[in-house]
């Protein structure tokens, strides 16, 4: 596709419950990454792909967090055991060698 | 610890002014900054960015210059048009570009360009 595209753009979820967030990034861009987006903050960095090196995870608030990407394009982002403060905009974007091009966002909302 | 600060909110000013939203940072690893500007239910869209080498960079109606000693940059939009009406963000990273960096983000400043 021409663009990010993320999946689902809206999910409401009971606390407690898992999720699983998905980003298709721009054919060939070798990086990815995941912020996302509390209300009232700014973009806050979770964890970047780059090509098959290992993830940079520093990002993640918790052990609730993980993400894959498989076969360097697809990336799904999980959040297990969703609390009320994992409720946010959860942003991907990719790049090839310099500047990001974001998704639209998929806003998580836990009640 | 916030290493980057935009401490507007929001802005508004009137179609045709200058438009100034500001930016300071903390931490002096940080060599390359961005502006992104961000449209309800859209994703952030990359606007202009300027290594540390310089201290000014142009494109069209947006200018962002950087004050390294003040650890402070800013970025003009003249003449403002209502079409520049979104959240802006400042963002930073520690590497003069290149798809291997992760960027620390601002809050963000709401512009609103009244006509």
């Known amino acids: 596709g021409a663009g990010v595209s993320q999946s689902p753009s809206n999910k409401v979820t009971e606390k407690g419950k898992d999720v699983e967030l998905r980003c298709d990034p721009i054919s060939g861009h070798t990086a990815l990454y995941w912020y996302r987006q509390s209300l009232g903050q700014g973009l806050e960095f979770l964890i970047y792909f780059q090509g098959n090196s290992a993830p940079d995870k520093s990002g993640l608030p918790s052990d609730r967090f993980s993400a894959e990407r498989t076969g360097g394009s697809v990336s799904t982002l999980t959040i297990q055991r969703t609390q009320q403060e994992d409720s946010a905009v959860y942003l991907c974007a990719s790049s090839l060698r310099d500047g990001y091009t974001f998704g639209s966002g998929t806003r998580l909302t836990v009640v | 610890d916030q290493q980057v600060k935009q401490n507007s909110p929001s802005l508004s000013v009137q179609e045709g002014r200058i438009s100034i939203l500001n930016c300071d940072y903390t931490?002096?690893?940080?060599?390359?900054f961005l502006w992104y500007k961000k449209y309800p239910a859209e994703g952030p869209t990359f606007l202009i960015s300027i290594s540390s080498i310089k201290d000014k960079n142009e494109d069209g109606r947006f200018t962002v210059f950087l004050n390294k000693s003040a650890k402070h940059l800013s970025l003009h939009i003249v003449p403002s048009q209502p079409g520049d009406s979104a959240v802006y963000f400042c963002?930073?990273?520690?590497?003069?570009?290149?798809?291997?960096?992760?960027?620390?983000f601002g809050k963000g400043t709401l512009l609103t360009v009244n006509p």
């Open positions: 931490n002096s690893m940080f060599d390359y």
């Open positions: 963002a930073a990273s520690g590497t003069t570009g290149g798809s291997n960096y992760k960027l620390t």
